[in-house]
């Protein structure tokens, strides 16, 4: 992450949203399948088509998006397959998720194919690495827009004495980091979209039947926005998740950024975890605003992102008082 804070901070004026995406998608692919994307921007360019074509009209034919999108999801899975070849002819005791889908057997004994360890890769990029980027983009807008939020967070940083090691332990101390990464999720959830779940059994809500078999849609910003829950819904409060205040608790699955129950986001806690990590080290050292003129409107589809991508002004804070230093 250093590399990446330095390389901004050298470059000054750039279009975060952008830069956030290469960065939450070398972090994946590190921690998934041992791959760099810093050092293979070839891998980084085949999963950018990809992505860009996940939601393109399904019609395949030569130079359309959809086409792309499949021979880039070709290319992947057999970049997958070189890297598990290398795997099982070369074992080591590298811990990414690669090795561990190979290890992995169920009670009977049986490993998982090819075929699903490729697949759960490919899932767990997109859940681990999409959602992630949408998710920082928010909270590096929000703690333009609110400053005194952000003192307060290098207070709590600087209380806790800038610990460099960041393990579980230290990072449930950060309390109101984590009150401030609930309201970003919450005021901007990364999926701007209805989830679907089956009815299993014969129910009534509101004085309406349901049958069993039937699909409930649920949506994730309007929970958000629920005035019954959050007392000025539209205002960005970290205080609501306080623990004197603690809004999101009145009724289960008030803050759902991720979906719930147990079909959540699959990537969920990795991002939890990477954003609390980004979040601590960005506010010690950093400082950025916003450049004037563009537009921060979201675009939702197929994951929320400011319009413009974010242009912020960012620079290395050499005082920690949040004062320019160039």
């Given at each position: 992450m ?16 952008d830069?956030?995406?290469?960065y939450?998608?070398?972090?994946a ?8 994307t ?6 980084e ?11 393109s009209i399904p019609?395949?034919?030569?130079g359309?998006?959809f086409e ?6 070709e290319q ?11 795997r099982?002819q070369n074992p080591t ?6 090795s561990?889908?190979l290890a992995?057997?169920d ?5 998982l194919s090819?075929?699903?360890?490729k ?9 681990g ?16 827009q ?9 207070a ?16 449930k ?8 990464l609930k ?5 901007i ?6 989830g679907?779940r089956k009815?299993?059994?014969s ?12 699909d409930?849609y649920?949506?994730?910003p309007?929970?958000h ?10 205002q ?18 008030s803050h759902?950024?991720f979906?719930?129950?147990i ?10 975890l ?9 506010v010690?050292k950093?400082?950025?605003e ?5 537009n ?8 929320s ?19 320019k230093?160039?």
């Amino acid at each position: 992450m250093f590399d990446y804070l330095q390389k901004w901070a050298q470059i000054g004026t750039l279009t975060w949203y952008d830069e956030l995406k290469r960065y939450t998608l070398d972090i994946a692919c590190r921690l998934l399948v041992g791959v760099s994307t810093a050092a293979d921007e070839q891998l980084e360019k085949v999963y950018e088509i990809w992505s860009d074509g996940l939601l393109s009209i399904p019609v395949r034919f030569p130079g359309s998006k959809f086409e792309r999108a499949v021979r880039a999801r070709e290319q992947l899975l057999t970049q997958f397959d070189k890297l598990i070849d290398q795997r099982q002819q070369n074992p080591t005791i590298k811990q990414d998720i690669l090795s561990i889908l190979l290890a992995a057997k169920d009670e009977e004994g049986n490993a998982l194919s090819r075929i699903d360890i490729k697949d759960n890769v490919l899932g767990m990029l997109v859940a681990g690495h999409e959602t992630l980027t949408s998710a920082l983009s928010s909270l590096c807008q929000l703690l333009a827009q609110h400053p005194e939020v952000l003192e307060m967070l290098r207070a709590e940083q600087l209380r806790l004495g800038n610990p460099t090691t960041l393990t579980q332990e230290t990072l449930k101390q950060m309390t109101y980091l984590e009150q401030v990464l609930k309201e970003v999720l919450r005021l901007i959830p990364p999926v701007v979209r209805s989830g679907s779940r089956k009815v299993v059994e014969s129910s009534e809500f509101g004085g309406y039947k349901i049958p069993q078999g039937w699909d409930v849609y649920y949506q994730i910003p309007e929970t958000h926005q629920d005035r019954q829950i959050y007392k000025n819904s539209a205002q960005f409060d970290p205080d609501r998740f306080s623990p004197e205040r603690a809004e999101d608790k009145q009724k289960v699955f008030s803050h759902i950024p991720f979906g719930g129950g147990i079909r959540e986001c699959l990537g969920k806690e990795f991002a939890r975890l990477e954003i609390k990590i980004f979040a601590a080290l960005i506010v010690r050292k950093y400082q950025w605003e916003l450049l004037p003129n563009q537009n921060l409107a979201r675009t939702v589809l197929p994951f929320s992102r400011p319009r413009d991508g974010l242009k912020v002004k960012f620079w290395r804070n050499e005082s920690g008082s949040g004062v320019k230093s160039y």
